[in-house]
């Protein structure tokens, strides 16, 4: 279920000069953020566990898997270039595997990697606070990578609705209404790092934790399907 030539020409386009350039900025912010924040308060856990769970893992991580997950196939699909990719000898369960493989890797390492860095700039990994936290951070990588992948196979806005969700949903209503976190990637993801700590940290979620690995599995399992049958309807002229 993976296709190096799809792989690599998926990497290209998502490194491509314009989006890198996203890609860089974001998780730079979070490392200079962190590093601010030390110089002015020290190393405090608690303001550690605010950063890493309020920017990292309710923005920062979002953001990446909206710019990794649609740009994983929705530019294709939007400038039709989709129809030669088609056209080639490849199952399309196999391009739409290879496709969320690529987007979880280029989010894993651009969200995942700099929320490490700075839990140990903010206060050294004390209560394993940057360990939870970069656990959390590459679990909710791959959700973020298929409900993202998902929204780029069934519609041209995928961007702007992928960034209302990670903006609006993810970073201001699941971390102010208590009812809008049972539905929060970032809620469920807080579950796991929670774990981590031993569950006797500043570090919390009002999920517990098999409900969240229920969930984080439901709604992978359930894009990557449904991104997939969406392909599979995708007709090409000539097709019966």
Known sequence: MYHPTVAR???????????????????????????AVRLLNGPDDQIAADVLGGFALATLVPLIGVIAGTGAIGPEIDDGSVVYLLS??????????????????VTMVFSALPTLIAGFILNGNGQQIAVA????????????????????????????????YALIWEALFAGLIS??????????????????????????????????????????????WFAGHKLRTLTLAGEE
Do not use: N
Not at 91 to 103: D, G
Not at 143 to 158: D, E, N
């Open 179 to 224: 009812g809008a976190r049972t539905l929060s990637v970032r809620e469920w993801s807080a579950a796991v790092a929670q774990k981590v700590t031993g569950g006797d940290s500043v570090v919390s979620s009002d999920v517990g934790l098999p409900l969240a690995v229920v969930l984080l599995i439901a709604v992978t399992a359930g894009a990557t």
């Open 88 to 105: 080639k000898p490849v199952k399309r369960p196999t391009i739409i595997m290879t496709k969320l493989t690529v987007a979880i890797a």
């Open 9 to 35: 020409l998926t990497y290209r386009a998502l490194l491509g000069r314009r989006r890198a350039a996203v890609l860089f900025v974001l998780p730079g912010l979070l490392l200079f953020l962190a590093a």
């Open 133 to 164: 936290y970069t656990v959390a951070a590459l679990v909710a990588s791959i959700a973020y990578s298929a409900i993202f992948l998902l929204l780029g196979t069934v519609t041209r806005h995928a961007v702007v609705i992928g960034l209302v």
